[in-house]
Structure formats: C-alpha cells, structure tokens
C-alpha cells in the first residue's frame, strides 16, 4: 500500500483526485493521516464510501473539516459509526444535518462529546428520535440545553426521557423542563427537578398529570416551591396524596 514517503510526494493535492477505491484503500493508515484538507477536498464524492473503517476513524480535525456537501452526505453508516469526536467536532453543523437517523444512531456515545451546541441544535425530530438510550445518556448539560423546548424537547421519546440521568434532568432550564412529558419521568428524575424547576411547571398540562406515586415522590423543598395557580390546579386525588410532611 501507499505509506507516507508515497504519501508526501503527492505535493499537487489535485492529484489523489485520479484515484480509484483500490487505490484510496491502499493508503495506509499512518499515511492517510499525512493527506492534507485540501487531498480530502479532492477524493471523488462517489469514492469516499471505500475509505476503511481504520481511515475514517484515524481523521483528523483538518482532515474532517474538508468532510463537506456530498463527501458528508456519502458517508455510509459503519463509516460514520467510526468518525471520533474530534473528527465530528470538526464537520460543519450545516454537513452534520445531512446524516441520516439511521447514521445518528450508530455513533459512539464517547463520539457524542464532539458535537457543538449548533450541531444537536440542527438535529431534527427524526434524528433526535435515533439517539439511543446510551447515546442520551451520553450528552452533557451544556448540549442538552442546546435542545429547543419546541421542537425537540418535546420530541423526546419516552424511552429518551426516562434515559436522562438526575443530573442531566437537573441541568434543564425551566422551559425545556415545561416542554416535558411529565407522564415520563420516574420518581428519582422527579425529585432531581430544581425549586425553580418545579415553579415552572405547567398547572394544567403538567401539575394536573402528575400520578399520585410522582406526587408522593415530592421533596418538601419542591411542594414549597409550587406557586398559587400550581396549587389550585391540584386534584382532590393529589391532594390527599401528598404526606403530612411534604405539607
């Protein structure tokens, strides 16, 4: 195969340009990270779906940044399964947009640490929805809270929500946290919730659909911090749920 010294001597970027899939896989992996943006920018489009799992996954961060248009869009799903996070944290938001959930859901959660507050901005509901369990879980506050309360908060599967760790849930700000379902969080994301958290809780579309157990599960701390229109939107039913020592 191609090692470096071959590598080195392709001076004229245009040049890798003329190889076929034999070719680029012959290059080995030492080598292929001696290629330049520019030699990436250059392999034909239709081409770029023969680089080895061990290329893709040697990229570097100029090397991905070149991982634009339909070099982004061909990527098949075992080649983006292996970009690193510093390969993703490279690729434009607006090219990451292309990968399809199919895609999505293949990356490594160690991966996800790559990607940009505009990168999970740009997913859409069906990307979202790709995100595995691990994948969620996987995700710092400082990403989660890139998530619009609208259209992709909401979008959270249920098997997502219940995915989130207390931290995470914690880490929500208040209109990511009117955005959820309550009807999906257990008792211990329940209680993770912030005073503030909880005082931004919708009266009629979250207070009211807490269930008797999620009630119960209530800090003394957060049943303090239910404003006047939270608790005049209690039920009988919760009401007589909640213990002598939460009131």
Known sequence: GLNA???????NADQIKNFDAAQ????????????TSAHIATIDATLIDDLTTKQVASITA???????GDLATNLTETQVAALSATALAAISAEDFKTF????????????????????IAGLDATQ????????????NVTQLNALDPDTQVKELL??????????????????QIKAINVA?????????????QVAALDPDEQIKNLTDGQIKALTTAQVAALVVGQIQALTD????????KQA
Do not use: R
């Not at 680029?24 to 290629?35: E, N």
């Not at 100029?62 to 634009?68: G, V």
């Not at 999906?184 to 503030?196: G, S």
């Not at 039913?237 to 002598?244: I, P, R």
């Open 5 to 11: 010294a071959a590598i080195t001597a392709l001076g």
């Open 24 to 35: 680029l896989q012959s290059i080995s992996v030492k080598a292929f990270s001696g290629l």
């Open 62 to 68: 100029e090397q991905a940044a070149a991982l634009t």
């Open 100 to 119: 399809t959930d199919a895609e999505i859901a293949l990356i490594k959660p160690k991966s996800l640490a790559g990607l940009s507050d505009a990168h």
């Open 128 to 139: 979202l929805k790709a995100l595995t369990d691990k994948q969620i879980q996987a995700l």
């Open 158 to 175: 249920e098997a997502q929500v219940k995915a989130l760790s207390t931290k995470q849930i914690a880490g929500l700000d208040a209109d």
């Open 184 to 196: 999906h969080l257990d008792n211990k994301q329940l209680a993770a919730l912030t005073t503030t």
């Open 237 to 244: 039913a919760q009401v007589t749920a909640l213990t002598t």
